[in-house]
């Protein structure tokens, strides 16, 4: 980057740097020159560096040596920033729906949540963003136990998130799919028993089905528990 440029650091950078991090492992960082904001991102396919006017950010866009097609990404939240009484541990999943970050509450008890981001990309497609909302929030309260509740809706830099129940040791099957390759047999009839018994007490007390279950919004733990997420934002979605 040429020295005239003025750089405007994310948090995230700035602690990355201080726990003696390298901070290009982000892939992320924002620069002004002159009035005009730019993110500059990693593709997803070739690793290139990709530079994007901050107003692109949920659009489509190529990238200029492998020609992959992909949406500017929102930048992260910083691990350690505090949101609202919730500290942030670092990012779990994104997707073009939600970024999802691991999450715990400030103060003496720490709980474990689930902050839930909706992003730009989706944003910009929602045509009525209080069903939407009213959707988050209604799913997170079915009162079963493989449905974590909603614990909370708020604000953060003018966009909207919500927080829900979390645990420790859960991931989404996405992420151990990504880090270990297929599940062993045995390990997936377990998930698969558990996933179906909560999907049935889902039916039975509130007579909904998930419309789109997929790896990313079942959450799994090493015990076999799971976490299912978005109950009625599927029905919003294929609505």
Request: charged share 20%; hydrophobic share 35%.
């Amino acid at each position: 980057m040429r020295d005239s440029l003025s750089f405007l650091f994310f948090q995230y950078r700035l602690i990355n740097e201080e726990n003696g991090d390298s901070p290009r492992k982000s892939h992320f960082y924002i620069f002004q020159e002159g009035l005009t904001m730019h993110l500059n991102f990693k593709c997803a396919a070739c690793e290139s560096e990709i530079q994007a006017e901050y107003q692109y950010i949920g659009e489509w866009v190529e990238c200029p040596v492998c020609s992959f097609v992909q949406v500017v990404p929102d930048p992260p939240f910083p691990s350690g920033a505090s949101y609202n009484g919730y500290e942030v541990e670092g990012m779990q999943d994104s997707s073009l729906l939600w970024t999802t970050y691991q999450a715990h509450e400030e103060g003496d008890k720490k709980r474990a949540v689930l902050l839930r981001v909706p992003t730009s990309f989706f944003l910009r497609k929602v045509s009525d963003f209080d069903t939407f909302a009213n959707a988050a929030v209604n799913g997170g309260t079915y009162n079963i136990d493989e449905v974590p509740q909603i614990l909370d809706k708020s604000l953060i830099h003018g966009k909207i998130y919500f927080v829900y129940e979390g645990s420790k040791n859960a991931i989404s099957l996405y992420s151990y799919i990504s880090n270990n390759g297929p599940m062993p047999h045995k390990d997936a009839l377990i998930y698969m028993r558990n996933l179906c018994s909560a999907m049935a007490k889902v039916w039975e007390k509130h007579q909904t089905a998930h419309l789109n279950l997929t790896p990313l919004n079942l959450m799994i733990r090493e015990d076999g528990g799971i976490q299912i997420l978005d109950m009625e934002v599927s029905k919003y979605l294929l609505r």
